[in-house]
């Protein structure tokens, strides 16, 4: 597609349920990263994929958190037993190569609710 | 790590005038990139402006422009001729030279007074 495309767009789900949510980078973008904005912060780094490369971890906030990155293109983001500590807008973006002057291109975001 | 700070939570500004937002960054580094992003209600994240810290010159894009001060740590973000179609959250995140991930500051909402 023309920009990274995410889904859903909005999710409402239990304390204790499992989510999956999804991340579609630009074609040809060989960096993929997801992100977090919890209300009223900025973006925190959860997790970096880079082509075929292991993924850089660091950001997870638990182990209840994990990500894949099938084919080397899309991605997705998995939060089992969810809390409510968790409800935050989940963004993706992507870039053509990691290098650090290289844009990084967002997708608009999954805004999950855990009640 | 690298922290940066956003030391305005909104900002008011009346059409077609001027408003400037400020951002500071605590790094050891020398060579890094600041980046300002806006996010509009849509929630997508658009770059704005990129400047790269081993160059002197302030970047400008249009009604955008930054005013870096490396030996300040400063790096604040101009909007000249502010239109409705501004009013955003604005972002100031850096990127070290080595590294991939953005680090971010936690935000400026601007207003746009018709």
């Known amino acids: 597609g023309a920009g990274v495309s995410q889904s859903p767009s909005n999710k409402v789900t239990e304390k204790g349920k499992d989510v999956e949510l999804r991340c579609d980078p630009i074609?040809?973008?060989?960096?993929l990263y997801w992100y977090r904005q919890s209300l009223g912060q900025g973006l925190e780094f959860l997790i970096y994929?880079?082509?075929?490369?292991?993924?850089?971890k660091s950001g997870l906030p638990s182990d209840r958190f994990s990500a894949e990155r099938t084919g080397g293109s899309v991605s997705t983001l998995t939060i089992q037993r969810t809390q409510q500590e968790d409800s935050a807008v989940y963004l993706c973006?992507?870039?053509?190569?990691?290098?650090?002057?290289?844009?990084?291109?967002f997708g608009p975001g999954t805004r999950l609710l855990v009640l | 790590a690298q922290t940066v700070t956003q030391s305005q939570p909104e900002m008011s500004v009346q059409e077609a005038e001027t408003v400037t937002l400020s951002c500071t960054y605590d790094?050891?580094?020398?060579?890094?990139?600041l980046f300002w992003y806006k996010q509009p209600p849509s929630r997508q994240m658009i770059l704005v402006i990129r400047?790269?810290?081993?160059?002197?010159q302030n970047a400008t894009e249009n009604r955008f422009s930054v005013n870096f001060q490396k030996a300040a740590k400063s790096f604040s973000l101009k909007i000249s001729d502010s239109q409705l179609g501004d009013a955003a959250m604005y972002f100031c995140?850096?990127?070290?030279?080595?590294?991939?991930?953005?680090?971010f500051g936690a935000g400026t909402t601007v207003t746009v007074r018709a």
């Open positions: 973006a992507s870039s053509l190569v990691p290098a650090a002057r290289e844009t990084q291109y």
């Open positions: 074609s040809g973008h060989t960096a």
């Open positions: 994929f880079q082509g075929n490369s292991a993924p850089d």
């Open positions: 790094t050891s580094e020398s060579d890094y990139y």
């Open positions: 400047q790269e810290a081993y160059k002197q």
């Open positions: 995140a850096y990127r070290n030279r080595n590294d991939y991930k953005l680090s």
